[in-house]
């Protein structure tokens, strides 16, 4: 062994005589040491069909690791959990001492799919975190024991004492309705609370109380997070995504809310915050959870929180916050309008009468049609005058059979002459077009329809089955819904009757028929209550369009347009009839300048 080797083993005596004597683990450590051995030996003796649990460690290591963690706080760390409760005739909150945190939610006034109590958030699907900076730490109130609560009136109070300062926790329920809000007070806590600021956590894994889960009109894609900025700017998180869906936004936030198909838990601070993250997710292989929701973000100490756990109903919702409203999907543009100021309206009317909800949607369709029956009267005329031109209009083919121009323009004269608008039959049917969108996002989310049934339907807010399939069809389903079934049918037959009216041809005719045909694939998972209304509307269109027909005489029409044209050289022109005729200038002028073109290429 040379020199050097001696030095080195020197130097690594040295190095380790040093670092048993510095760095020798203490008696606490050994003792924190010993017990994680003895949970190793528990767990590995434990049978392995029943799954081990975590074993406790000792009092005294237990109350060291405390003490690291919650300072002053680490007394508060032990205890019993004690419940209290309130509630209206809407809905009954539960508190737990522990982390004086929500422990559960009822909405008194709903069921569950399978008709239990509605719980819209528990201990296990809701997770509410408050930390604040105490001594240099995060503590994190929810893992704090609170004193018994106390009751006075719809408030409830939890209690932490902290030396000459407590914790105060207060909950005030709404006499009515689905608000309750939240008071955190620090007080007194002296330089021992290093800020005034509580960092807020909430992950809420949306429980399922609805029965259709996956399907287009399903409670997950109408599961989502919305968050409306403090300028005003309503924001949706994807529904139809299947990967997280992750929002900070810049501006400052004034609620966040979780939206399901039918029923919202929102939070909304007193004043607009600074967000970190809103996301939302849908959990792998869970059926009992619709998606996962989570919203972060500091508030001041001095500012309160206010939830909002309740339906979607619009009458609620507006009364909440500003643009709070729009949690409730009532379509865009005109149709949300059409919804808010009309649809809405008349439901709610008919509702003081019946608690049958077939019955409200067939007095609705009644109301609709009579006021859109001037408009039906109008467009059967259109399509009546142009039925008794058809003769005539055989002829111009019949003489120009290989110019379309000519007969585009003959066809036009004729318009103008008779005074018909063929566009006047079309202009009737589109006016009535925002009523029949409004009604497509009115039905699925109209929690007044829930687990309402009627005839064969159930639930007049879901899919009416007649047949359960034992597989599944792409693009329609696995069972057959009867209401929708009705109106394609009755959709088909429609448009059958009104192409005896028209002259239509060709493609054209066709595609009419196409579309109720794929109607049936796309409107199959929608609810019973929108299927039926259409149904309805058919038949009552049928109605209208047969009265009418026997009151409108088709040879009365024909002799009116016969003296239209007589008098056509003496009659003002309206406008049509003006844009008609400077159309038919120009399309003259175009036809000679295409002949002219033509000559000169022969030449």
């Known amino acids: 062994m040379d020199k050097n080797q001696v030095t080195g083993l020197v130097l690594i005596s040295a190095l380790l005589l040093a670092y048993g004597y510095f760095f020798a683990p203490s008696e606490e450590d050994l003792a924190k040491q010993q017990a994680v051995e003895a949970a190793k030996v528990e767990q590995t003796t434990t049978q392995p069909s029943q799954p081990a649990e975590t074993p406790a460690l000792p009092d005294s290591v237990q109350a060291l690791i405390n003490q690291q963690k919650f300072g002053n706080l680490a007394e508060a760390t032990t205890g019993t959990a004690t419940n209290a409760t309130l509630e209206n005739e809407d809905i009954k909150v539960i508190f737990s001492s522990k982390g004086a945190s929500i422990a559960s939610v009822e909405l008194k006034k709903y069921k569950t799919y399978d008709q239990k109590p509605l719980i819209l958030l528990d201990e296990e699907s809701s997770q509410l975190n408050r930390t604040i900076q105490f001594e240099g730490r995060n503590v994190n109130l929810s893992e704090l024991y609170f004193s018994t609560p106390q009751l006075n009136g719809n408030t409830i109070t939890f209690n932490l004492q902290v030396g000459n300062g407590s914790i105060q926790q207060s909950y005030t329920l709404s006499e009515e309705g689905y608000t309750l809000n939240a008071d955190t007070k620090l007080n007194n806590l002296g330089s021992s609370l290093n800020s005034q600021t509580i960092a807020f956590d909430w992950t809420n894994r949306l429980k399922r109380v609805e029965p259709d889960l996956d399907s287009r009109a399903g409670a997950r894609m109408n599961t989502t997070a919305h968050y409306y900025t403090a300028g005003g700017d309503f924001e ?145 005329l259109s399509m009546a005058k142009m039925r008794v031109l058809q003769p005539e209009l055989a002829e111009i083919k019949e003489q120009h059979p290989d110019d379309m121009q000519k007969q585009q323009s003959a066809q036009m004269e004729l318009y103008s002459k008779a005074g018909v608008n063929p566009l006047s039959g079309c202009i009737p049917m589109l006016l009535q077009m925002p009523i029949l969108f409004a009604m497509f996002r009115f039905f699925p989310n109209s929690v007044e329809l829930r687990q309402e049934s009627f005839l064969w339907a159930h639930d007049l807010s879901t899919f009416d089955s007649i047949l359960d399939l034992p597989f599944s069809i792409p693009f329609y389903g696995d069972h057959v819904s009867l209401f929708t079934l009705l109106m394609t049918v009755s959709t088909i037959l429609y448009t059958k009757a009104t192409n005896q009216n028209t002259n239509l041809e060709g493609p054209m005719k066709s595609i009419q028929y196409m579309m109720p045909i794929m109607m049936i694939f796309f409107l199959n998972d929608f609810p019973a209550g929108l299927t039926y209304y259409y149904f309805l509307s058919n038949i009552i269109t049928f109605g209208q369009t047969y009265a009418i027909r026997k009151f409108v005489d088709d040879d009365a029409i024909h002799a009116k347009l016969q003296e239209a044209k007589k008098n056509a050289g003496n009659r003002k022109k309206t406008g049509f009839q003006a844009r008609l005729q400077e159309a038919m200038k120009q399309s003259q002028e175009m036809q000679k300048q295409r002949t002219a073109d033509q000559n000169k290429k022969k030449k």
Do not use: C
Request: proline share 4%.
């Open 236 to 380: 949706e998180l994807s529904m139809s995504s299947s990967d997280k869906e992750i929002a900070s936004p810049a501006e400052q936030i004034s609620w966040i809310a979780f939206k399901q198909k039918f029923f919202t838990s929102s939070v909304i601070p007193s004043t607009a915050v600074k967000v970190s993250e809103v996301s939302i997710e849908t959990p792998a292989n869970d059926s009992t959870t619709v998606k996962i929701g989570r919203a972060t973000f500091d508030y001041n100490a001095d500012q309160s929180i206010e939830f909002f756990f309740g339906p979607n109903q619009y009458d609620i919702l507006k009364e909440v916050a500003p643009g709070f409203d729009q949690n409730l999907n009532l379509g865009w543009f005109i149709f949300k309008y059409v919804n808010k100021y009309i649809i809405i309206n008349i439901f709610h009317f008919f509702e003081k009468f019946t608690s049958n909800y077939g019955l409200i949607i067939l007095m609705l369709v009644l109301v609709i049609k009579m006021l859109l029956f001037p408009m039906t009267y109008k467009s059967y």
